[in-house]
């Protein structure tokens, strides 16, 4: 299974407070089906998951946000947490990275409360998506529609709600990046 074979995908996250599956499921499936995952901060070092409220793994940070470029990359994957989007929407670099992302036109797949950094790279506007229920106020606020699916789709733009929607989450990215 090599569908993904050339490509380069980026996770874009905070310091802290990544759900941990939410990071590893997506990471393990773009590997599995022959592409190549790098991890994405405001810094390198290490960065810590958690398991809900519970630290989980850590995982080394391949390029600091600021140093990166979109060019370089095929796709973005926004891990959820509660604290990781809270912590990204505060940091300019990354704001800036997710809305250059989405502007490219390649494909931007978010999941739980991870819109809520699309909400800040004020990307919304028109747009159908889902996520963590609690985000739907304010992703409406951000010019969005809110629906309670599985995965939405909309342009460039794939969103699911939670760790359960990571199979559906997965096999949307690949499909996409495959075609």
Request: proline content about 5%; some cysteine; glycine content about 8%.
């Amino acid at each position: 299974m090599s569908e993904l074979q050339g490509r380069t995908v980026a996770f874009l996250v905070a310091a802290e407070g990544i759900e941990q599956v939410e990071l590893t499921g997506p990471w393990q499936a773009v590997q599995e089906a022959g592409g190549t995952p790098q991890l994405l901060s405001p810094e390198k070092g290490s960065v810590q998951a958690f398991n809900h409220l519970d630290k989980a793994d850590t995982f080394e940070v391949d390029v600091a946000v600021g140093d990166a470029d979109v060019a370089s990359y095929d796709a973005l994957v926004l891990p959820g947490g509660v604290a990781n989007p809270d912590a990204l929407r505060t940091d300019e670099d990354a704001v800036a990275f997710v809305r250059e992302f989405v502007a490219s036109g390649k494909l931007v797949a978010a999941i739980c409360h991870a819109p809520w950094t699309l909400a800040e790279a004020g990307v919304l506007e028109g747009r159908t998506l889902t996520s963590w229920p609690s985000l739907q106020t304010d992703l409406r606020n951000a010019g969005a529609t809110w629906v309670d699916e599985e995965v939405v789709v909309d342009g460039n733009l794939v969103t699911s709600r939670k760790p359960d929607d990571i199979p559906a989450f997965n096999a949307k990215i690949a499909e996409l990046l495959a075609g």
